[in-house]
């Protein structure tokens, strides 16, 4: 059986260390990531960005519903690659695996994220909605 996947793609205006700079400092990352509709302030971030390294995201929601995810990093090449493991805090047997490839686009970046082994196309869904909430807040956030 093949496990449901998402592939989203975006064009930066920031080169690609800003962008990947954005994902593995922990205080920038707390400012973008999550989807839309967390409450401000409310983000907080661990990250240990080297191969075997460990990150930990947690935010509210608006509705009052907190989250918490983390993972394993495994691959990274500065400002090109991040590859890391992926469950939320609630389900932790349902890891999925997280690819953000990031390549120079003029004087832009081309980001490409893919996520891989949802348990069920409704967690794919779910995410997708929270990806692209996510990454137009990352977008903001670099402009």
């Known amino acids: 059986?093949?496990?449901?996947?998402?592939?989203?793609?975006?064009?930066?205006?920031?080169?690609?260390?800003?962008?990947?700079?954005?994902?593995?400092?922990?205080?920038?990352?707390?400012?973008?990531?999550?989807?839309?509709?967390?409450k401000a302030g409310t983000e907080r971030a661990s990250i240990d960005a080297r191969v075997g390294g460990r990150y930990h995201v947690s935010f509210d929601m608006e509705s009052g519903e907190h989250h918490e995810v983390g993972g394993v990093y495994r691959e990274l090449v500065p400002n090109q690659l991040l590859v890391f493991s992926w469950a939320w805090h609630s389900t932790p047997e349902r890891e999925s695996l997280v690819t953000v490839s990031l390549k120079p686009d003029g004087d832009g970046t081309l980001l490409t994220l893919t996520h891989e082994q949802f348990f069920d196309a409704a967690a794919r869904d779910g995410h997708e909605r929270g990806w692209n909430g996510a990454l137009n807040k990352l977008r903001d956030f670099l402009a």
Not at 1 to 12: A, F, G, I, N, Y
Not at 16 to 30: C, E, L, R
């Open 1 to 38: 059986m093949t496990r449901p996947s998402l592939t989203l793609k975006r064009r930066l205006h920031a080169e690609p260390a800003k962008v990947y700079a954005a994902w593995t400092d922990p205080q920038k990352i707390a400012r973008w990531f999550g989807p839309a509709s967390v």
